[in-house]
Protein backbone atom coordinates (compact mmCIF):
# COMPACT_ATOMS: atom_id res chain seq x y z
CA UNK A 1 0.00 0.00 0.00
CA UNK A 2 2.08 3.17 -1.15
CA UNK A 3 -0.11 5.63 -0.04
CA UNK A 4 -2.40 4.79 3.50
CA UNK A 5 -4.35 7.85 3.14
CA UNK A 6 -4.77 8.11 -0.73
CA UNK A 7 -8.29 7.52 -0.38
CA UNK A 8 -8.57 10.21 2.00
CA UNK A 9 -6.74 12.97 -0.26
CA UNK A 10 -7.73 12.17 -3.63
CA UNK A 11 -11.17 11.83 -5.26
CA UNK A 12 -12.17 9.86 -7.94
CA UNK A 13 -11.69 10.79 -11.15
CA UNK A 14 -12.27 8.92 -14.37
CA UNK A 15 -12.05 8.89 -17.80
CA UNK A 16 -13.58 12.14 -19.58
CA UNK A 17 -16.62 11.90 -22.30
CA UNK A 18 -17.56 13.32 -25.35
CA UNK A 19 -20.89 15.32 -25.03
CA UNK A 20 -23.82 13.30 -26.13
CA UNK A 21 -24.44 15.98 -28.97
CA UNK A 22 -20.90 15.29 -30.09
CA UNK A 23 -19.81 11.80 -30.07
CA UNK A 24 -23.35 10.77 -31.74
CA UNK A 25 -21.96 12.62 -34.95
CA UNK A 26 -20.26 8.91 -35.43
CA UNK A 27 -19.58 5.45 -34.39
CA UNK A 28 -16.46 5.50 -32.47
CA UNK A 29 -15.35 5.21 -28.97
CA UNK A 30 -16.14 8.60 -27.06
CA UNK A 31 -13.90 8.53 -23.81
CA UNK A 32 -10.38 10.27 -23.60
CA UNK A 33 -8.59 8.41 -20.64
CA UNK A 34 -6.72 10.45 -17.92
CA UNK A 35 -2.60 11.39 -18.17
CA UNK A 36 -0.73 8.78 -16.55
CA UNK A 37 0.05 11.48 -13.59
CA UNK A 38 -3.61 11.63 -12.75
CA UNK A 39 -3.86 7.88 -13.13
CA UNK A 40 -1.29 7.48 -10.95
CA UNK A 41 -3.51 9.16 -7.81
CA UNK A 42 -6.18 6.93 -8.81
CA UNK A 43 -4.26 3.97 -7.99
CA UNK A 44 -3.23 6.14 -4.75
CA UNK A 45 -6.70 5.80 -3.81
CA UNK A 46 -6.94 1.95 -2.98
CA UNK A 47 -6.78 0.65 0.76
CA UNK A 48 -5.11 -2.62 -0.03
CA UNK A 49 -7.71 -4.21 2.52
CA UNK A 50 -7.14 -7.03 4.07
CA UNK A 51 -9.98 -9.11 2.63
CA UNK A 52 -10.20 -7.80 -0.75
CA UNK A 53 -13.97 -8.28 -2.27
CA UNK A 54 -12.60 -6.53 -5.10
CA UNK A 55 -10.76 -9.74 -5.89
CA UNK A 56 -13.05 -12.29 -5.04
CA UNK A 57 -15.47 -13.35 -7.51
CA UNK A 58 -17.70 -14.95 -4.85
CA UNK A 59 -21.46 -14.88 -5.04
CA UNK A 60 -23.23 -12.89 -2.43
CA UNK A 61 -27.34 -12.78 -2.57
CA UNK A 62 -27.41 -14.44 -5.94
CA UNK A 63 -25.21 -11.69 -7.25
CA UNK A 64 -21.17 -11.46 -8.11
CA UNK A 65 -19.09 -9.60 -5.92
CA UNK A 66 -16.02 -9.27 -7.41
CA UNK A 67 -13.84 -9.86 -10.38
CA UNK A 68 -14.98 -13.56 -11.35
CA UNK A 69 -11.10 -13.89 -12.76
CA UNK A 70 -9.78 -12.84 -9.25
CA UNK A 71 -7.75 -10.54 -10.93
CA UNK A 72 -4.90 -9.49 -7.85
CA UNK A 73 -6.31 -5.63 -7.86
CA UNK A 74 -4.75 -4.03 -4.88
CA UNK A 75 -1.49 -5.32 -6.19
CA UNK A 76 -1.95 -3.64 -9.90
CA UNK A 77 -3.37 -0.55 -8.66
CA UNK A 78 -0.77 0.13 -5.99
CA UNK A 79 1.87 -0.53 -9.40
CA UNK A 80 0.13 1.89 -10.88
CA UNK A 81 0.26 4.29 -8.30
CA UNK A 82 4.44 3.64 -7.94
CA UNK A 83 4.42 4.20 -12.00
CA UNK A 84 5.76 0.42 -12.32
CA UNK A 85 3.31 -0.31 -15.35
CA UNK A 86 5.42 -2.72 -17.14
CA UNK A 87 5.51 -4.84 -13.74
CA UNK A 88 1.80 -3.81 -13.40
CA UNK A 89 0.93 -5.59 -16.63
CA UNK A 90 2.56 -8.57 -15.83
CA UNK A 91 0.73 -9.19 -13.04
CA UNK A 92 -2.47 -8.54 -15.09
CA UNK A 93 -1.05 -10.89 -17.24
CA UNK A 94 -1.31 -13.60 -14.66
CA UNK A 95 -5.03 -14.10 -14.61
CA UNK A 96 -6.81 -12.14 -17.35
CA UNK A 97 -6.69 -12.89 -21.03
CA UNK A 98 -8.24 -10.03 -22.69
CA UNK A 99 -8.08 -6.75 -20.12
CA UNK A 100 -8.36 -4.39 -23.63
CA UNK A 101 -12.14 -5.83 -23.88
CA UNK A 102 -13.23 -6.08 -20.33
CA UNK A 103 -12.03 -2.29 -19.43
CA UNK A 104 -14.12 -1.40 -22.26
CA UNK A 105 -17.37 -3.11 -22.07
CA UNK A 106 -16.89 -4.59 -17.84
CA UNK A 107 -19.74 -3.20 -15.62
CA UNK A 108 -16.91 -3.77 -13.03
CA UNK A 109 -17.52 -5.64 -10.16
CA UNK A 110 -14.65 -5.21 -8.69
CA UNK A 111 -15.39 -1.23 -8.55
CA UNK A 112 -19.03 -2.71 -7.19
CA UNK A 113 -17.19 -4.31 -3.96
CA UNK A 114 -14.68 -1.59 -3.29
CA UNK A 115 -14.50 -1.50 0.59
CA UNK A 116 -14.61 2.58 -0.40
CA UNK A 117 -17.98 2.57 -0.96
CA UNK A 118 -18.60 2.08 2.33
CA UNK A 119 -17.91 6.00 2.68
CA UNK A 120 -17.42 7.24 -0.43
CA UNK A 121 -16.69 6.29 -4.20
CA UNK A 122 -14.78 3.32 -5.42
CA UNK A 123 -11.91 3.32 -6.50
CA UNK A 124 -11.13 3.51 -10.67
CA UNK A 125 -9.82 -0.21 -11.11
CA UNK A 126 -11.81 -0.67 -14.38
CA UNK A 127 -9.98 2.81 -15.61
CA UNK A 128 -6.38 1.75 -13.95
CA UNK A 129 -6.74 -1.64 -16.04
CA UNK A 130 -7.01 -0.21 -19.38
CA UNK A 131 -4.33 2.35 -18.84
CA UNK A 132 -2.37 -0.91 -17.83
CA UNK A 133 -3.10 -2.58 -21.20
CA UNK A 134 -2.83 0.10 -23.13
CA UNK A 135 0.37 1.17 -22.01
CA UNK A 136 1.64 -2.15 -22.30
CA UNK A 137 0.66 -2.29 -26.31
CA UNK A 138 2.11 1.49 -26.68
CA UNK A 139 5.08 0.22 -24.83
CA UNK A 140 5.39 -3.16 -26.82
CA UNK A 141 5.28 -5.47 -24.10
CA UNK A 142 2.36 -7.37 -25.62
CA UNK A 143 4.10 -9.72 -27.57
CA UNK A 144 3.33 -13.34 -28.90
CA UNK A 145 3.73 -16.21 -26.79
CA UNK A 146 4.00 -19.19 -28.91
CA UNK A 147 4.74 -22.34 -27.39
CA UNK A 148 8.40 -23.68 -27.20
CA UNK A 149 6.87 -27.11 -27.83
CA UNK A 150 4.32 -28.84 -29.39
CA UNK A 151 2.30 -31.74 -27.75
CA UNK A 152 0.70 -32.82 -31.31
CA UNK A 153 -2.71 -32.65 -29.57
CA UNK A 154 -5.77 -31.29 -31.71
CA UNK A 155 -8.28 -28.81 -30.34
CA UNK A 156 -11.38 -27.39 -32.14
CA UNK A 157 -13.20 -24.56 -30.97
CA UNK A 158 -16.48 -23.49 -31.89
CA UNK A 159 -17.41 -20.51 -31.40
CA UNK A 160 -15.21 -16.72 -31.20
CA UNK A 161 -17.04 -15.19 -28.68
CA UNK A 162 -15.33 -13.73 -25.66
CA UNK A 163 -14.98 -17.70 -24.10
CA UNK A 164 -13.78 -19.07 -27.15
CA UNK A 165 -11.15 -16.94 -27.31
CA UNK A 166 -9.70 -17.27 -24.02
CA UNK A 167 -9.87 -21.14 -23.77
CA UNK A 168 -8.04 -20.70 -27.59
CA UNK A 169 -5.15 -18.84 -26.01
CA UNK A 170 -5.10 -20.75 -23.31
CA UNK A 171 -4.58 -24.39 -25.00
CA UNK A 172 -2.08 -22.68 -27.86
CA UNK A 173 0.43 -20.86 -25.68
CA UNK A 174 0.22 -24.94 -23.94
CA UNK A 175 1.50 -26.43 -26.31
CA UNK A 176 -1.71 -27.76 -27.97
CA UNK A 177 -2.65 -27.08 -31.73
CA UNK A 178 -6.12 -25.18 -31.67
CA UNK A 179 -8.84 -24.31 -34.46
CA UNK A 180 -11.60 -21.46 -33.52
CA UNK A 181 -14.71 -21.81 -35.87
CA UNK A 182 -16.98 -18.92 -36.64
CA UNK A 183 -20.23 -19.11 -38.24
CA UNK A 184 -19.55 -15.78 -39.22
CA UNK A 185 -17.73 -13.68 -41.65
CA UNK A 186 -15.10 -12.23 -38.91
CA UNK A 187 -13.85 -13.43 -35.63
CA UNK A 188 -15.22 -12.24 -32.18
CA UNK A 189 -18.48 -13.40 -31.65
CA UNK A 190 -20.45 -10.88 -29.42
CA UNK A 191 -17.44 -8.92 -28.90
CA UNK A 192 -17.79 -8.09 -32.61
CA UNK A 193 -21.34 -8.14 -33.30
CA UNK A 194 -22.95 -7.63 -30.21
CA UNK A 195 -21.17 -4.79 -28.61
CA UNK A 196 -21.51 -1.38 -30.53
CA UNK A 197 -18.34 -0.37 -32.14
CA UNK A 198 -18.61 3.04 -29.69
CA UNK A 199 -18.43 0.47 -26.89
CA UNK A 200 -15.35 -1.01 -28.36
CA UNK A 201 -14.05 -0.54 -31.74
CA UNK A 202 -13.40 -3.63 -33.19
CA UNK A 203 -9.87 -2.73 -34.09
CA UNK A 204 -9.18 -3.39 -30.41
CA UNK A 205 -10.18 -7.40 -31.17
CA UNK A 206 -8.49 -7.37 -34.75
CA UNK A 207 -5.07 -5.98 -32.91
CA UNK A 208 -5.84 -9.00 -30.03
CA UNK A 209 -6.23 -11.47 -32.97
CA UNK A 210 -3.31 -11.00 -34.88
CA UNK A 211 -1.30 -11.59 -31.53
CA UNK A 212 -2.90 -15.17 -31.57
CA UNK A 213 -2.20 -15.95 -34.94
CA UNK A 214 1.09 -15.07 -34.59
CA UNK A 215 0.94 -17.47 -31.69
CA UNK A 216 0.17 -20.55 -34.02
CA UNK A 217 -4.07 -19.81 -33.05
CA UNK A 218 -6.01 -20.65 -36.60
CA UNK A 219 -9.48 -19.01 -37.18
CA UNK A 220 -12.03 -20.36 -39.90
CA UNK A 221 -14.67 -18.11 -40.69
CA UNK A 222 -17.83 -18.78 -42.41
CA UNK A 223 -18.14 -22.64 -40.85
CA UNK A 224 -21.36 -23.13 -39.15
CA UNK A 225 -20.10 -26.55 -37.49
CA UNK A 226 -23.72 -28.69 -37.11
CA UNK A 227 -24.89 -27.60 -40.71
CA UNK A 228 -21.75 -26.65 -42.72
CA UNK A 229 -19.26 -29.41 -40.99
CA UNK A 230 -20.39 -32.06 -38.58
CA UNK A 231 -19.63 -33.03 -35.36
CA UNK A 232 -18.62 -36.31 -36.22
CA UNK A 233 -16.33 -34.82 -38.79
CA UNK A 234 -14.89 -32.40 -35.79
CA UNK A 235 -14.48 -35.50 -32.94
CA UNK A 236 -12.71 -37.41 -36.12
CA UNK A 237 -10.35 -34.68 -36.89
CA UNK A 238 -9.56 -33.37 -33.22
CA UNK A 239 -9.02 -34.82 -29.92
CA UNK A 240 -10.93 -32.70 -27.87
CA UNK A 241 -14.19 -29.69 -28.97
CA UNK A 242 -15.13 -26.99 -26.96
CA UNK A 243 -18.11 -25.69 -27.61
CA UNK A 244 -18.42 -21.73 -27.20
CA UNK A 245 -21.24 -20.90 -28.82
CA UNK A 246 -23.06 -18.25 -26.60
CA UNK A 247 -26.78 -18.15 -25.49
CA UNK A 248 -27.56 -17.07 -28.89
CA UNK A 249 -31.38 -17.58 -28.49
CA UNK A 250 -33.28 -14.49 -28.53
CA UNK A 251 -36.36 -14.23 -25.91
CA UNK A 252 -39.48 -13.32 -28.71
CA UNK A 253 -42.45 -11.21 -27.81
CA UNK A 254 -45.65 -13.71 -28.35
CA UNK A 255 -48.52 -11.09 -28.90
CA UNK A 256 -50.70 -10.24 -31.73
CA UNK A 257 -49.07 -8.33 -34.39
CA UNK A 258 -45.78 -10.16 -33.90
CA UNK A 259 -45.39 -10.70 -37.90
CA UNK A 260 -45.81 -7.45 -38.93
CA UNK A 261 -42.55 -5.62 -40.83
CA UNK A 262 -40.21 -3.85 -38.82
CA UNK A 263 -39.36 -5.70 -35.56
CA UNK A 264 -36.23 -7.20 -34.93
CA UNK A 265 -34.32 -9.04 -32.44
CA UNK A 266 -31.85 -6.60 -31.28
CA UNK A 267 -28.97 -8.50 -32.07
CA UNK A 268 -29.34 -9.25 -35.62
CA UNK A 269 -30.19 -5.18 -35.81
CA UNK A 270 -27.18 -4.41 -34.41
CA UNK A 271 -25.30 -6.90 -36.06
CA UNK A 272 -26.31 -5.27 -39.21
CA UNK A 273 -25.42 -2.06 -38.35
CA UNK A 274 -21.44 -3.02 -37.26
CA UNK A 275 -21.43 -4.99 -40.38
CA UNK A 276 -22.44 -2.15 -42.56
CA UNK A 277 -19.89 0.04 -40.76
CA UNK A 278 -17.18 -2.69 -41.37
CA UNK A 279 -17.96 -3.36 -44.77
CA UNK A 280 -17.40 0.14 -45.58
CA UNK A 281 -14.52 0.72 -43.56
CA UNK A 282 -16.48 3.19 -41.32
CA UNK A 283 -18.00 5.50 -44.91
CA UNK A 284 -21.33 4.35 -44.55
CA UNK A 285 -24.04 3.34 -41.79
CA UNK A 286 -27.52 2.13 -42.33
CA UNK A 287 -29.35 5.42 -41.64
CA UNK A 288 -32.13 4.09 -43.88
CA UNK A 289 -33.24 1.89 -41.14
CA UNK A 290 -33.92 4.47 -38.06
CA UNK A 291 -33.59 7.90 -39.82
CA UNK A 292 -36.93 9.58 -38.98
CA UNK A 293 -38.17 6.70 -37.56
CA UNK A 294 -40.27 5.58 -34.10
CA UNK A 295 -38.11 3.48 -32.20
CA UNK A 296 -39.78 1.26 -29.66
CA UNK A 297 -36.94 -1.07 -27.72
CA UNK A 298 -38.39 -3.49 -25.58
CA UNK A 299 -35.95 -4.30 -22.64
CA UNK A 300 -34.19 -2.47 -20.38
CA UNK A 301 -30.44 -4.17 -20.15
CA UNK A 302 -27.36 -3.61 -21.63
CA UNK A 303 -28.58 -4.73 -25.36
CA UNK A 304 -31.45 -1.79 -25.28
CA UNK A 305 -29.18 0.40 -23.88
CA UNK A 306 -26.66 -0.14 -26.77
CA UNK A 307 -30.00 -0.54 -29.61
CA UNK A 308 -31.05 3.27 -27.70
CA UNK A 309 -27.43 4.57 -28.18
CA UNK A 310 -27.31 3.06 -31.98
CA UNK A 311 -30.76 4.17 -33.07
CA UNK A 312 -30.17 7.71 -32.08
CA UNK A 313 -27.02 7.84 -34.39
CA UNK A 314 -28.76 6.45 -37.14
CA UNK A 315 -31.14 9.80 -36.84
CA UNK A 316 -34.32 8.39 -35.23
CA UNK A 317 -37.64 10.69 -34.87
CA UNK A 318 -37.68 9.38 -31.16
CA UNK A 319 -36.75 6.06 -29.20
CA UNK A 320 -38.81 4.87 -26.22
CA UNK A 321 -37.39 1.88 -23.92
CA UNK A 322 -39.72 -0.08 -22.13
CA UNK A 323 -39.35 -1.98 -19.02
CA UNK A 324 -40.99 -4.57 -17.23
CA UNK A 325 -39.70 -3.71 -13.58
CA UNK A 326 -39.95 -0.83 -11.47
CA UNK A 327 -37.29 1.83 -11.62
CA UNK A 328 -34.48 0.90 -9.10
CA UNK A 329 -33.63 3.16 -6.33
CA UNK A 330 -30.95 5.92 -6.87
CA UNK A 331 -29.27 5.10 -3.60
CA UNK A 332 -28.78 1.29 -2.13
CA UNK A 333 -31.89 -0.12 -0.51
CA UNK A 334 -31.09 -1.68 3.39
CA UNK A 335 -31.31 -4.76 1.85
CA UNK A 336 -28.82 -4.41 -0.83
CA UNK A 337 -25.56 -3.96 1.47
CA UNK A 338 -22.02 -3.82 0.60
CA UNK A 339 -20.57 -5.88 -1.06
CA UNK A 340 -23.52 -6.84 -2.84
CA UNK A 341 -23.73 -5.92 -6.64
CA UNK A 342 -25.80 -2.52 -6.11
CA UNK A 343 -29.16 -2.26 -7.02
CA UNK A 344 -29.76 1.33 -7.91
CA UNK A 345 -30.62 2.89 -11.27
CA UNK A 346 -27.72 3.58 -14.03
CA UNK A 347 -28.43 5.68 -17.01
CA UNK A 348 -25.95 4.46 -19.86
CA UNK A 349 -24.49 6.31 -22.44
CA UNK A 350 -27.39 5.31 -24.94
CA UNK A 351 -29.80 6.85 -22.89
CA UNK A 352 -27.66 9.99 -21.72
CA UNK A 353 -27.85 10.67 -25.17
CA UNK A 354 -31.41 9.98 -25.80
CA UNK A 355 -32.02 12.45 -22.93
CA UNK A 356 -29.49 15.51 -24.50
CA UNK A 357 -31.53 14.68 -28.29
CA UNK A 358 -35.23 14.10 -26.90
CA UNK A 359 -35.31 16.14 -23.79
CA UNK A 360 -36.28 13.34 -21.90
CA UNK A 361 -35.28 10.34 -20.05
CA UNK A 362 -36.84 7.04 -23.20
CA UNK A 363 -37.01 4.30 -20.44
CA UNK A 364 -40.78 3.52 -19.52
CA UNK A 365 -41.24 1.35 -16.46
CA UNK A 366 -43.04 -1.23 -15.56
CA UNK A 367 -44.70 -1.59 -18.98
CA UNK A 368 -44.82 -4.40 -21.75
CA UNK A 369 -46.60 -4.45 -25.39
CA UNK A 370 -49.96 -5.94 -25.89
CA UNK A 371 -49.88 -5.86 -29.40
CA UNK A 372 -48.67 -4.62 -32.56
CA UNK A 373 -50.24 -2.57 -35.56
CA UNK A 374 -49.79 -2.79 -38.61
CA UNK A 375 -50.12 -0.22 -41.82
CA UNK A 376 -52.12 -1.44 -45.20
CA UNK A 377 -48.43 -2.26 -45.92
CA UNK A 378 -48.11 -4.77 -43.28
CA UNK A 379 -45.39 -2.63 -41.75
CA UNK A 380 -45.56 -2.07 -37.76
CA UNK A 381 -46.98 1.42 -37.07
CA UNK A 382 -47.95 1.46 -33.82
CA UNK A 383 -47.89 -0.90 -30.06
CA UNK A 384 -50.45 -1.32 -27.69
CA UNK A 385 -48.38 -0.93 -24.10
CA UNK A 386 -50.40 -1.70 -20.59
CA UNK A 387 -48.59 -0.37 -17.19
CA UNK A 388 -47.76 -3.32 -14.96
CA UNK A 389 -47.62 -4.09 -11.15
CA UNK A 390 -46.06 -6.67 -8.68
CA UNK A 391 -48.64 -9.43 -7.37
CA UNK A 392 -47.67 -12.55 -5.79
CA UNK A 393 -48.83 -15.71 -7.44
CA UNK A 394 -51.39 -17.79 -5.07
CA UNK A 395 -49.37 -21.19 -6.45
CA UNK A 396 -46.09 -20.64 -6.65
CA UNK A 397 -45.99 -17.79 -4.10
CA UNK A 398 -43.66 -16.08 -6.66
CA UNK A 399 -44.08 -12.26 -7.25
CA UNK A 400 -45.62 -11.73 -10.90
CA UNK A 401 -45.79 -8.51 -12.81
CA UNK A 402 -49.61 -8.55 -14.00
CA UNK A 403 -51.22 -5.88 -16.07
CA UNK A 404 -53.31 -2.81 -14.75
CA UNK A 405 -56.70 -2.46 -16.09
CA UNK A 406 -57.60 0.97 -17.96
CA UNK A 407 -53.48 1.58 -18.11
CA UNK A 408 -53.59 0.76 -22.08
CA UNK A 409 -52.59 3.13 -24.96
CA UNK A 410 -50.96 3.07 -28.12
CA UNK A 411 -47.58 5.19 -29.24
CA UNK A 412 -46.15 5.10 -32.68
CA UNK A 413 -43.76 2.42 -33.16
CA UNK A 414 -41.99 2.59 -37.20
CA UNK A 415 -39.22 0.26 -35.81
CA UNK A 416 -39.34 -2.00 -32.89
CA UNK A 417 -36.12 -4.40 -31.43
CA UNK A 418 -37.12 -6.94 -29.49
CA UNK A 419 -33.86 -6.87 -26.61
CA UNK A 420 -35.58 -8.89 -23.87
CA UNK A 421 -32.86 -11.27 -23.19
CA UNK A 422 -31.82 -14.76 -24.21
CA UNK A 423 -32.99 -18.61 -23.94
CA UNK A 424 -29.62 -20.45 -24.08
CA UNK A 425 -27.59 -22.21 -26.83
CA UNK A 426 -29.38 -23.21 -30.32
CA UNK A 427 -30.50 -26.84 -30.73
CA UNK A 428 -29.14 -27.87 -34.08
CA UNK A 429 -25.64 -27.03 -32.16
CA UNK A 430 -26.54 -29.23 -29.08
CA UNK A 431 -28.10 -31.87 -31.49
CA UNK A 432 -25.25 -31.90 -33.65
CA UNK A 433 -23.18 -33.03 -30.78
CA UNK A 434 -25.63 -34.93 -28.57
CA UNK A 435 -24.73 -33.27 -25.65
CA UNK A 436 -27.22 -33.12 -22.43
CA UNK A 437 -28.78 -29.43 -21.88
CA UNK A 438 -30.48 -27.91 -18.62
CA UNK A 439 -34.52 -26.93 -18.74
CA UNK A 440 -33.29 -23.59 -19.55
CA UNK A 441 -30.99 -25.34 -22.72
CA UNK A 442 -27.71 -24.70 -21.47
CA UNK A 443 -25.29 -27.58 -21.74
CA UNK A 444 -25.33 -29.60 -18.48
CA UNK A 445 -22.15 -30.21 -16.78
CA UNK A 446 -21.36 -31.35 -13.39
CA UNK A 447 -21.04 -28.79 -10.82
CA UNK A 448 -18.24 -26.36 -11.75
CA UNK A 449 -17.13 -28.39 -14.83
CA UNK A 450 -16.84 -28.58 -18.36
CA UNK A 451 -17.15 -31.73 -19.80
CA UNK A 452 -20.28 -32.43 -21.36
CA UNK A 453 -22.36 -35.51 -21.44
CA UNK A 454 -20.36 -36.48 -24.14
CA UNK A 455 -16.83 -37.75 -24.02
CA UNK A 456 -13.90 -35.12 -25.09
CA UNK A 457 -16.65 -32.70 -25.84
CA UNK A 458 -16.49 -29.77 -23.39
CA UNK A 459 -18.27 -26.02 -22.95
CA UNK A 460 -17.88 -22.73 -21.38
CA UNK A 461 -18.97 -19.27 -21.61
CA UNK A 462 -22.77 -18.08 -21.84
CA UNK A 463 -23.71 -21.71 -23.85
CA UNK A 464 -22.78 -23.30 -20.37
CA UNK A 465 -23.35 -20.59 -17.64
CA UNK A 466 -26.40 -18.94 -19.92
CA UNK A 467 -26.66 -15.45 -20.78
CA UNK A 468 -24.12 -13.17 -18.52
CA UNK A 469 -20.87 -10.78 -18.59
CA UNK A 470 -18.01 -11.09 -21.08
CA UNK A 471 -15.54 -11.05 -18.05
CA UNK A 472 -17.54 -14.56 -16.62
CA UNK A 473 -17.63 -15.84 -20.69
CA UNK A 474 -13.37 -15.25 -20.04
CA UNK A 475 -13.00 -16.86 -17.00
CA UNK A 476 -15.46 -19.99 -18.43
CA UNK A 477 -13.07 -20.17 -21.29
CA UNK A 478 -9.86 -20.22 -19.48
CA UNK A 479 -11.14 -22.35 -16.46
CA UNK A 480 -12.23 -25.12 -19.27
CA UNK A 481 -8.92 -25.12 -20.92
CA UNK A 482 -7.80 -25.83 -17.84
CA UNK A 483 -9.98 -29.15 -17.52
CA UNK A 484 -9.64 -29.80 -21.19
CA UNK A 485 -5.59 -29.66 -20.68
CA UNK A 486 -5.97 -32.13 -17.39
CA UNK A 487 -8.38 -34.13 -20.15
CA UNK A 488 -5.13 -34.14 -22.78
CA UNK A 489 -1.89 -34.55 -20.26
CA UNK A 490 -3.16 -35.76 -16.70
CA UNK A 491 -1.91 -32.43 -15.06
CA UNK A 492 -2.00 -28.78 -16.00
CA UNK A 493 0.32 -26.14 -15.33
CA UNK A 494 -2.74 -23.41 -16.63
Known amino acids: MGKPTGFLEYNREVAKVLPPKVRIANFKEFRTPLNKEKQKLQGARCMACGVPFCQAGMMIGGMASGCPLHNLVPETNDLVFTGNWKQAFLRLNKTH ?11 ALCEAACTCNLNGDPVSTKENERAIIETAYAEGWVKPQPPAVRTGKTIAVVGSGPSGLAAAQQLNRRGHSVTVFERSDRIGGLLRYGIPNMKLEKSVIDRRLKLMEEEGV ?28 GASNPRDIKVPGRDAKGIYFAVDFLKKVTKTL ?65 KVLKTDYGQEEAIAVFGHDPRVYQTTVTEFIKD ?9 IVKLKGEKDPKSGRMMMVPVEGTEEAIPADLVLIAAGFLGSQKYVTDAFKVATTPRTNVETKLEAYE ?18 VVWAIREGREAAKAVDESLMGYSYL
Not at 323 to 340: D, G, H, I, K, L
Request: overall charge neutral; aromatic content about 6%; proline content about 8%.
Open 97 to 107: SFPEFTSRVCP
Open 218 to 245: KFVTNTNVGVDITAEELLKKFDRVILCC
Open 278 to 342: LDSDFTKAPYEDAKGKHVLVIGGGDTGNDCVGTSVRLGAKSVTQLEMMPMPPVERAASNPWPEWP
Open 376 to 384: KNGNVCQAK
Open 452 to 469: TSVPRVFTAGDMHRGQSL
